[in-house]
Nanobody, 113 residues
Framework: QGQLVESGGGLVQPGGSLRLSCASS????????MGWYRQVPGKQRELVAL???????DYAESVKGRFSISRDNAKRTVYLQMNSLKFEDTAVYYC???????WGQGTQVTVSS
């Protein structure tokens, strides 16, 4: 298992935007399926977005049209662009390599006025 390090979380007003980044130390990053998940206290961790090595993506219904996952294989980094943020997007966001079953430490996103 490699190391995944998220960054980019913070406090944002409703309607605002944030971009999360996840840097991977895994040599096989370019062929890994990468995902973003989120979790709020008392609830199960839920899938937000996935991207496989071919660039195919999948999104939770709640974020479709607002969030976008992308990757830069040269930088071994996966991104989550979050637009039109809502109060209910508040959570700890985790990056994961589904291929190696690795997880990052999480980054807090808080949407508040």
């Amino acid at each position: 298992q490699g190391q995944l390090v998220e960054s980019g979380g913070g406090l944002v007003q409703p309607g605002g935007s944030l971009r999360l980044s996840c840097a991977s130390s895994e040599n096989f990053f370019s062929i890994a399926t990468m995902g973003w998940y989120r979790q709020v206290p008392g609830k199960q961790r839920e899938l937000v977005a996935l991207m496989n090595s071919r660039g195919d993506t999948d999104y939770a219904e709640s974020v479709k049209g607002r969030f976008s996952i992308s990757r830069d294989n040269a930088k071994r980094t996966v991104y989550l662009q979050m637009n039109s943020l809502k109060f209910e997007d508040t959570a700890v966001y985790y990056c994961s390599s589904l291929t190696s079953e690795s997880w990052g430490q999480g980054t807090q996103v808080t949407v508040s006025s």
